[in-house]
């Protein structure tokens, strides 16, 4: 069995201050971990992902994620917010599961970036 | 561009109407899975289908059914419509070479039910 917890449905920064946002995991086997960002009226895409070689996974758009398996954290950080950041982010997490990749989502959490 | 095709857009419907919703994957992907995003229930999966048989059923009604055609595409079956199923359904597929479950996601379907 395999899930996925987001912290915080909603998530407000100033624009300019560090963004942090998190996600912890629940896999009995090894996972891979996503992060994935879903502007509005569109559909999600690939921000970074773990898949077992460094623990610090950089992405897109200055975005960066650690892999802390002691922790079974896989939080999503970037050091200075901007505007074009306001966006739905969602962890997700694949693992193994009855001989295919099954991948499971969080239930996201929407960042607001104030000017 | 993720290179998933979704068709349509948009959609509107009245209740107990059917309709069918298109996904096209990208080229060579194999894999093509199906959700459900609503306010009030996130993000859910549907179904997954592997090279035209289902390989993973998620949160799917009996109302709903989809398939995988010879060439890749897949098409998403709602029927016997209620207000609850307006929602964004969304398209996506996964590399063949990569068994990591990456996705890439088509823009979605909006559907609205009246």
């Known amino acids: 069995a395999q899930s996925v917890t987001q912290l915080g449905s909603h998530v407000s920064v100033s624009e300019g201050a560090l963004v942090l946002l998190r996600c912890n995991y629940s896999?009995?086997?090894?996972?891979?971990l996503f992060w994935y960002v879903q502007y509005p009226n569109q559909g999600l895409q690939l921000l970074l992902k773990?898949?077992?070689?460094?623990?610090l996974v950089k992405g897109i758009n200055g975005f960066e994620a650690e892999f802390k398996k002691s922790e079974t954290s896989f939080h999503l950080t970037k050091p200075s917010a901007h505007m074009s950041d306001a966006a739905e982010y969602f962890c997700?997490?694949?693992?193994?599961?009855?001989?295919?990749?099954?991948?499971?989502f969080g239930t996201g959490t929407k960042l607001q970036v104030i000017p | 561009d993720s290179g998933v095709t979704q068709t349509p857009k948009h959609l509107i419907t009245a209740t107990g109407q059917r309709v069918t919703l298109r996904c096209s994957p990208r080229?060579?992907?194999?894999?093509v899975y199906w959700y459900q995003q609503s306010l009030d229930q996130g993000l859910q999966f549907l179904i997954q289908?592997?090279?035209?048989?289902?390989?993973a059923k998620g949160n799917i009604l009996e109302r709903f059914s989809a398939q995988q055609f010879p060439d890749l595409h897949s098409e998403l079956n709602l029927s016997s419509l209620e207000l609850g199923d307006s929602a964004l359904y969304f398209c996506?597929?996964?590399?063949?070479?990569?068994?990591?479950?990456?996705?890439?996601f088509g823009e979605g379907s909006r559907l609205t039910v009246l």
């Open positions: 080229s060579g992907d194999l894999s």
């Open positions: 773990y898949t077992s070689a460094a623990t």
């Open positions: 289908y592997y090279n035209g048989e289902e390989r």
């Open positions: 896999s009995s086997v090894p996972p891979y």
């Open positions: 997700a997490v694949s693992a193994l599961s009855g001989g295919y990749q099954k991948v499971t």
């Open positions: 996506a597929s996964s590399p063949s070479w990569s068994n990591t479950g990456e996705l890439f």
